[in-house]
T-cell receptor, first 113, second 114 residues
Framework: DAMVIQNPRYQVTQFGKPVTLSCSQT?????MYWYQQKSSQAPKLLFH???????NEADTPDNFQSRRPNTSFCFLDIRSPGLGDAAMYLC????????????FGQGTRLTVV | AQSVTQPDIHITVSEGASLELRCNYS??????LFWYVQSPGQGLQLLLK??????LVQGIKGFEAEFKRSQSSFNLRKPSVHWSDAAEYFC????????????FGTGTQLKVEL
C-alpha cells in the first residue's frame, strides 16, 4: 500500500502559469520534504517541514513555495514556472529528523510548455 | 558542507555476476549513509542505511554495503545481479543535526546484460 502519495503523476503547465503539486502521507510522520530532480541529476532538497515549522534551503528560488495545512498533506506551489523548472518533484517523509529513514513518493513529472 | 561522489556514471554487468557500486562522501563527523534505487519514472526506494554500529549493513533485494571510515566510503555490493536490478542507484548522506536532509550523489546507472 502506498504510504506517500503524490498527485498528479504527470503535470503539464504553461510557462508562467501557477501550478500546485500535492503530496499526502498515511504514515503520520512529522517531517515532509520536497526534492527537485532534473533529468539525469541527483535529487536536490528544496525545503522541508518539521510539523508546522517550515525550513527553506538557502538556494531554493523564491518562485517555489510550500504549504502544509495538516500532518497528512503538503503542497508545492510554483508561482511562475519557467522552462528550467521542468523536473521530477519528489515528496518524502520521515518520522523524525534524526535516525529515521525517509520514505519517498512516486514523484510528479512536471513539464512546462 | 557535505558531499557525495559516485565515480561511475554507468555500469554494465552480466546477469549473475557480482556488483559493486562506489560511493565516497565528504563530511567532518560520522554521517548517516543511505543507498536508494530509482526505476525509470519512479520515486526512490531505500535499499539500506547506516547510522551506527556494525559497519556491514544488509538491505533489501540481497544488497549489502560496507562503511569504511578510513576511506570515507560506503560501497554497495550484490553477489549475483538479476535483470530486475537494472535501475539508477543513488548514494546519499544525511548529516548530524540535519537528520534526513539528504545530499545525494549524481547516481550510477546500472545496466544488466542477459
Amino acid at each position: 500500500d502506498a504510504m506517500v502519495i503524490q498527485n498528479p503523476r504527470y503535470q503539464v503547465t504553461q510557462f508562467g502559469k501557477p501550478v500546485t503539486l500535492s503530496c499526502s502521507q498515511t504514515l503520520n510522520h512529522n517531517v515532509m520534504y520536497w526534492y527537485q530532480q532534473k533529468s539525469s541529476q541527483a535529487p536536490k532538497l528544496l525545503f522541508h517541514y518539521y510539523d508546522k515549522d517550515f525550513n527553506n534551503e538557502a538556494d531554493t528560488p523564491d518562485n517555489f513555495q510550500s504549504r502544509r495545512p495538516n500532518t497528512s498533506f503538503c503542497f508545492l506551489d510554483i508561482r511562475s514556472p519557467g522552462l528550467g523548472d521542468a523536473a521530477m518533484y519528489l515528496c518524502a517523509t520521515s518520522r523524525e529528523r534524526l535516525n529515521t529513514e525517509a520514505f519517498f513518493g512516486q514523484g510528479t513529472r512536471l513539464t512546462v510548455v | 558542507a557535505q558531499s557525495v561522489t559516485q565515480p561511475d556514471i554507468h555500469i554494465t554487468v552480466s546477469e549473475g555476476a557480482s556488483l559493486e557500486l562506489r560511493c565516497n562522501y565528504s563530511y567532518g563527523a560520522t554521517p548517516y549513509l543511505f543507498w536508494y534505487v530509482q526505476s525509470p519514472g519512479q520515486g526512490l526506494q531505500l535499499l539500506l542505511k547506516y547510522f551506527s554500529g556494525d559497519t556491514l549493513v544488509q538491505g533489501i533485494k540481497g544488497f549489502e554495503a560496507e562503511f569504511k571510515r578510513s576511506q570515507s566510503s560506503f560501497n554497495l555490493r550484490k553477489p549475483s545481479v538479476h535483470w530486475s536490478d537494472a535501475a539508477e542507484y543513488f548514494c546519499a548522506v544525511g548529516v548530524t543535526g540535519g537528520g534526513n536532509k539528504l545530499t545525494f550523489g549524481t547516481g550510477t546507472q546500472l545496466k544488466v546484460e542477459l
